[in-house]
């Protein structure tokens, strides 16, 4: 099964640490967890506590609790919500855990899904489109996963992911600022 540790640090990585760009939709964003959306994160707390340390804001990295606050956010948001302790496939996860975070859980289960539609044998009763990943989607990735096309499936949804990323930034020019960021999220996870 795959392991949470292993889909965060790579998450985080793609993260990167406190940004405050003029264009972001999150405005100022710590690991990826954005002040403007989720105003009541205890971590925020600790980042303002720390703003007047002349370190900052390097000096965050070395805060324990602050990374705690951070993988306790991202499992109870995310990893729990995409079951991501039943999937098989470490890859698979990884995409998902980075999907769910950038795009979204219901848009990252529905890409998923569709995603599924496509890949499972024809004669497998297509999943609904629910926007929930539950026991029948996690059924048919392992049922990828046993078949050795788990690795497609996560390509399949890096592609899906990209394409997301083509059209927001076509529809949105501000957002052109991050499309080579979006886009290097892509790379094997």
Do not use: K
Not at 81 to 100: C, K, W, Y
Not at 156 to 172: K, P
């Amino acid at each position: 099964m795959a392991d949470y540790q292993t889909a965060l640090t790579g998450l985080l990585q793609r993260e990167g640490g406190l940004s405050n760009h003029p264009h972001d939709n999150g405005r100022e964003t710590y690991a990826g967890i954005s002040r403007r959306f989720h105003p009541d994160w205890p971590g925020w707390r600790l980042i303002d506590a720390c703003r007047a340390h002349p370190t900052f804001p390097d000096n965050l990295a070395d805060l324990a609790c602050l990374r705690r606050e951070v993988t306790s956010w991202y499992r109870g948001h995310y990893w729990d919500h995409i079951g991501g302790e039943h999937i098989a496939s470490q890859r698979v996860a990884n995409r998902l855990l980075d999907m769910a975070a950038h795009l979204g859980l219901r848009r990252a289960a529905r890409i998923l899904q569709q995603t599924l539609n496509l890949l499972l044998p024809p004669d497998t009763p297509p999943l609904r489109v629910d926007c929930l990943i539950g026991p029948r989607t996690q059924a048919a990735i392992t049922s990828l996963n046993h078949s050795g096309r788990a690795d497609i499936l996560a390509i399949a949804l890096s592609v899906r992911q990209g394409a997301h990323y083509l059209t927001r930034a076509e529809q949105d020019l501000t957002q052109r600022a991050f499309l080579h960021g979006w886009l290097r999220r892509l790379n094997p996870v």
